[in-house]
Every structure is written in C-alpha cells, then in structure tokens.
C-alpha cells in the first residue's frame, strides 16, 4: 500500500493569500462597480528592462537556427552568466565571490526550500517570525519538526521580530544549526546593518552553525551603509549562503531566474564532528534533480547585468521605492511608525487593530487591497504589509481614498 508522506499533513494549510481572494470577491460580488486597488501581493507589476527583451529575442532566434541551436546547457549555468553575476554582484562590492560558486536557477523559492535536503534531519532551524513561509514548510515536509500548536511548531526555534529590535532578532540563547535571514525583509521591509549582520556570523562560527541569507531584494537597497550581500561580513564565506533571485530585482517572476551563491569554503559536519564542504553537496543535489534554466532566460538574466541592463532595473525599481516612501510618508503623517519603506518595496506597521479586521476596513471603506500581517506568522498579529508594487497613479489613487480611512 502506497502510503503518504505524513509530515505534509502537518503543514499548516497557509489560508492567506486565498483568504484575501475570497474576501476580495465576496467584496467585489457585493459591489460590482468598485475599483479595487491591489497594495497586496509581492508581484511586480512593470515590463521587462528592454535589454532584458532584446535578449530573450536574440537568443531565441539563436535557438532556432541548427548553427546556434543550444540543447542541455551546462549544469550549474552557464559560464557567461556566473561570470557577470561573480562581477556585477559581488567582486565590484569587494565581495570574494568566484564563477564557480554561484549556482544558477529558476528562482530562489526552489532554492531556499531545496537547500534544507543537504541537512541531516535532526538539524536544529532557527526561522524569523513574521517569515516567508517557504523556510519553515520545507523543513515541515522533510521531517524536521513536529505538530504545529497555535501556529508554531515543535522543534523549530522562531526568532520574534517586533518594533523593539526593528524587526532584525539577535542569534538566540538557546542552540541552533541552521539559521534563515532575509534582508531586506519579505514581509517587513527591515534591513539588517553590517554589525548586525556581523553579530551572525560571529555566531555561526562559535557555535558550527549557518546561516541561509535569502538577499532577494538587495537591489532595494539605496543607503550606501546597508550590505548588499552576507560577504561583505568577513569570515562570511565559512558560515554562509546567499540566495538571490531575478524576480523582484529585474521584473523576472515570470521569466524565472536565480541563483546560489555556495563558497568553495563554506562547511557543515559530519556526525564525527569533522568539517565537510557543503559545494560538493549542492553540486551533487542540482546535477540529480535539476536540468538548468532555459538559454533565452539565461541570455536574458545576463542582459540584466550589463550596464545598460543594470540602468534600467535600477530605474524600474527606483519606480517602485518612490512609491513606497509616499505610502511610508503618508502613514507616517497619521502617526503609524512603519518598518521598511526605505531600502524595500514593502512598508509594515502596527495597525492599531487585529490584522483581518484592520484588513477588511481598508477593503470596505477605500478599496484598497493589502495583507494581514498575521498570515506572516504569531508576531504580524496586528500589523498590516502594504506592498509598492502598483503604478505611481494607483498609489496615488489608493492614498487619496486611504486619506479619509485613517
Ligand atoms: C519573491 C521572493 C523570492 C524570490 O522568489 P523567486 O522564486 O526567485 O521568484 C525569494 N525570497 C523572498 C523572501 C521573496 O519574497
């Protein structure tokens, strides 16, 4: 008898996003003529850079002539990709980042909930709370935790963020393996600074832990003191991965690239205490279960890269984060403090209300569709995600009816 893994019955059914569909069209079936503005959802909103076009034009016509026709490409990308993303991201940060550690692939939600495989089981998962639920249903379903109670489950160490440590915990007393960070944050919009992200990996190091640095919005970043990626913390590349994705930084969530970022030196244990490269592991997990991402979207995520490319994303998300200071501003002059905003396209804040209560009053009374912070985890209770994902003339809209809610 073929039986079920028995850890996804554990997994709690994450009811937000549907829960906010349903509320949406139960509003929308009770108001026909509404016009619904989506502050919601982390999707970006805007076309493809042009660059990125051009690319995926060129390289699919190169796809169609037996001259330049490309099948199976090499397994962990391709080289002119990881040798722009090791420049661009990394090296011209004084980031010691080579080709052959990055991994590339088709987005870093596959990664961050893949990389949990390399682990052994009994591996000890610190996740933030608020979190993006990826890091702690993919150690739901492989076996790493127990039943959940009141939204938490047993086995995993959370790490509370709130107004007090602005949404960036400290590494926790009590012992844990692996840890996952993201910076700036989904769903808070926080940034960590270079001491703060230093007092992590000083503690991966002492206690032979590592850290999993999700850095899917670093192109968010406009301060020039915020780190854009985990090594430019020295002694990083021992204790660290680094996620990043294409998506949020150059409109790809529909095209689907990212990539990995596994230093050659980066270790983990074996049950003898001895310290083994984790590269090997990565190498042999993509290689078995992963064929590589599409050339066209490689050529493009190169495109992407170049200077042209590199202009244009930053104007596309210069868009997004004037949007998110209006709304930042905006509630800010009726005395909400709000997290992110500034370096993130994502504002958050204490709503003053229970989070679906608070939720339905901006649907109800201005059409304006946002996220219950609850859904991120125990401490978003009663705070509200707005996202700068919309065009400026929404946002503005959306303001201007908000201006008589609040
Ligand atoms: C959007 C997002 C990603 C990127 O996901 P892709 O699979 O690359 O589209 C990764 N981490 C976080 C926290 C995100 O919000």
Same mark, same amino acid.
């Given at each position: 008898?073929?039986?079920?893994? $028995?850890?996804?019955?554990?997994?709690?059914?994450?009811?937000?996003?549907?829960?906010?569909?349903?509320?949406?069209?139960?509003?929308?079936?009770?108001?026909?003529?509404?016009?619904?503005?989506?502050?919601?959802?982390?999707?970006?909103?805007?076309?493809?850079?042009?660059?990125?076009? /051009?690319?995926?034009?060129?390289?699919?016509?190169?796809?169609?002539?037996?001259?330049?026709?490309? #099948?199976?490409?090499?397994?962990?990308?391709?080289?002119?990709?990881?040798?722009?993303?090791?420049?661009?991201?990394?090296?011209?940060?004084?980031?010691?980042?080579?080709?052959?550690?990055?991994?590339?692939?088709?987005?870093?939600?596959?990664?961050? #909930?893949?990389?949990?495989?390399?682990?052994?089981?009994?591996?000890?998962?610190?996740?933030?709370?608020?979190?993006? +639920?990826?890091?702690?249903?993919?150690?739901?379903?492989?076996?790493?935790?127990?039943?959940?109670?009141?939204?938490?489950?047993?086995?995993?160490?959370?790490?509370?963020?709130? /107004?007090?440590?602005?949404?960036?915990?400290?590494? %926790?007393?009590?012992?844990?393996?692996?840890?996952?960070?993201?910076?700036?944050?989904?769903?808070?919009?926080?940034?960590?600074?270079?001491?703060?992200?230093?007092?992590?990996?000083?503690?991966?190091?002492?206690?032979?832990?590592?850290?999993?640095?999700?850095?899917?919005?670093?192109?968010?970043?406009?301060? +020039?003191?915020?780190?854009?990626?985990? @090594?430019?913390? %020295?002694?990083?590349?021992?204790?660290?991965?680094?996620?990043?994705?294409?998506?949020?930084?150059?409109?790809?969530?529909?095209?689907?690239?990212? @990539?990995?970022?596994?230093?050659?030196?980066?270790?983990?244990?074996?049950?003898?205490?001895?310290?083994?490269?984790?590269?090997?592991?990565?190498?042999?997990?993509?290689?078995?279960?992963?064929? !590589?991402?599409?050339?066209?979207?490689?050529?493009?995520?190169?495109?992407?890269?170049? $200077?042209?490319?590199?202009?244009?994303?930053?104007?596309?998300?210069?868009?997004?984060?004037?949007?998110?200071?209006?709304?930042?501003?905006?509630?800010?002059?009726? #005395?909400?403090?709000?997290?992110?905003?500034?370096?993130? +396209?994502?504002?958050?804040?204490?709503?003053?209300?229970?989070?679906?209560?608070?939720?339905?009053?901006?649907?109800?009374?201005?059409?304006?569709?946002?996220?219950?912070?609850? !859904?991120? !985890?125990?401490?978003?209770?009663?705070?509200?995600?707005?996202?700068?994902?919309?065009?400026?003339?929404?946002?503005?809209?959306?303001?201007?009816?908000? #201006?008589?809610?609040?």
């Amino acid at each position: 008898m073929i039986r079920v893994n $028995p850890n996804y019955s554990k997994i709690q059914a994450n009811y937000l996003f549907a829960e906010v569909a349903r509320r949406v069209k139960a509003y929308q079936e009770e108001n026909p003529s509404a016009q619904l503005i989506r502050l919601g959802i982390g999707d970006v909103t805007r076309a493809l850079p042009a660059a990125c076009v /051009e690319a995926l034009e060129k390289a699919s016509r190169e796809m169609g002539a037996d001259a330049t026709f490309r #099948g199976y490409g090499p397994d962990y990308g391709y080289a002119f990709l990881r040798e722009a993303i090791a420049e661009g991201d990394f090296r011209a940060r004084g980031c010691d980042v080579s080709p052959d550690e990055i991994f590339v692939s088709d987005g870093a939600k596959c990664d961050t #909930g893949n990389i949990q495989e390399i682990f052994d089981l009994s591996a000890r998962v610190a996740v933030p709370d608020p979190v993006y +639920p990826v890091y702690v249903d993919s150690n739901v379903m492989a076996g790493r935790t127990g039943p959940a109670a009141d939204g938490r489950y047993a086995g995993l160490v959370y790490l509370e963020g709130n /107004e007090e440590n602005g949404y960036v915990p400290e590494p %926790p007393q009590e012992p844990a393996d692996v840890v996952y960070l993201c910076y700036p944050n989904n769903p808070t919009g926080a940034v960590a600074t270079k001491a703060q992200l230093a007092r992590w990996v000083a503690w991966a190091r002492e206690n032979g832990a590592l850290i999993l640095f999700d850095a899917a919005y670093e192109a968010f970043i406009r301060d +020039p003191e915020i780190p854009h990626s985990i @090594y430019e913390i %020295p002694g990083a590349r021992e204790v660290a991965v680094e996620f990043r994705s294409f998506s949020k930084t150059a409109g790809f969530t529909g095209t689907r690239c990212g @990539y990995c970022v596994v230093p050659s030196d980066c270790r983990a244990f074996d049950a003898d205490g001895n310290a083994v490269p984790l590269q090997p592991l990565w190498k042999r997990r993509q290689s078995t279960k992963f064929n !590589g991402v599409s050339y066209p979207v490689q050529r493009a995520a190169e495109a992407a890269c170049s $200077p042209e490319g590199r202009a244009q994303c930053r104007e596309l998300i210069d868009g997004y984060l004037a949007n998110a200071r209006l709304v930042t501003d905006f509630l800010e002059a009726r #005395g909400y403090r709000c997290t992110g905003g500034r370096n993130s +396209p994502y504002v958050w804040f204490d709503s003053g209300m229970e989070s679906w209560a608070f939720f339905d009053k901006l649907l109800r009374e201005a059409g304006v569709v946002t996220t219950p912070g609850s !859904g991120f !985890g125990r401490a978003g209770a009663g705070r509200c995600r707005i996202t700068a994902f919309n065009s400026r003339e929404n946002v503005e809209r959306a303001l201007e009816r908000l #201006g008589s809610v609040l």
